[in-house]
């Protein structure tokens, strides 16, 4: 049997495969692009929380208030609390004289 016309050095070549990315590079990105809450940030956030649930003694009405614009805080609540320690004495002064 006779060796086919054609050569190896005829065949043309598959085109090797391109990756552009290098693998793992994905490994060491963020997760999150979101600002992320200082340590006593996030507990002045839960102390507001627990106060608002046990002041108002419904889920809704907490949410409500701690979500919605206060003409008298000058602010939202939660937003208020979480920023200063100050914050959260007023937003739990609010709390006080609106269940009293």
């Keep these: 049997m006779t060796a086919p016309a054609e050569t ?11 990756n552009p990315r290098k693998p793992g ?3 060491f990105q963020r997760k999150y692009t979101t600002v992320r809450l200082t340590p006593d940030q996030a507990s002045r956030q839960g102390q507001v ?3 608002a ?5 419904e889920r809704d009405k907490a949410m ?6 206060d003409e008298a805080l000058g602010g939202r609540p939660l ?22």
Excluded: K
């Design 49 to 51: 929380a627990t106060s």
């Design 64 to 69: 409500a208030f701690l979500n919605g614009h």
């Design 8 to 18: 190896l050095a005829e065949v043309p070549a598959e085109a090797p495969a391109t």
């Design 53 to 57: 649930f046990r002041r108002f003694g």
């Design 79 to 100: 937003d208020l609390a979480i920023a200063s320690a100050e914050g959260l004495a007023s937003v739990e002064a609010a709390m006080a004289e609106r269940t009293a």
């Design 25 to 27: 590079a994905m490994r």
